[in-house]
């Protein structure tokens, strides 16, 4: 399952979008290692990533967390 997320076609299609992307990524997800996920927003500058001390399930463990996240990035009209 290495890099099934941010494979070139996923990366192309980032590259292609001009809306403003929140990405909410766990630092030790071994599904889709935050590395990956860095070195494929890296360059795009309209992607905001933020990473919590989780996993992979870390919808479980930080909700709050990232509800709080998610509402603000909306009510700043997703700016980045």
């Known amino acids: 399952l290495q890099n099934v997320i941010f494979t070139s076609h996923a990366q192309a299609w980032l590259q292609e979008m001009t809306r403003p992307i929140l990405i909410i990524q766990g630092k030790h997800d071994?599904?889709?290692?935050?590395?990956?996920?860095?070195?494929?927003?890296?360059?795009?500058?309209?992607?905001?990533?933020?990473?919590?001390?989780?996993?992979?399930?870390?919808?479980?463990?930080?909700s709050a967390a990232i509800t709080a996240e998610i509402t603000g990035f909306l009510q700043g009209n997703g700016h980045v």
């Open 30 to 62: 071994r599904i889709a290692p935050i590395e990956n996920v860095q070195q494929a927003i890296d360059q795009l500058p309209h992607v905001r990533l933020i990473a919590f001390e989780s996993g992979h399930r870390l919808v479980f463990t930080h």
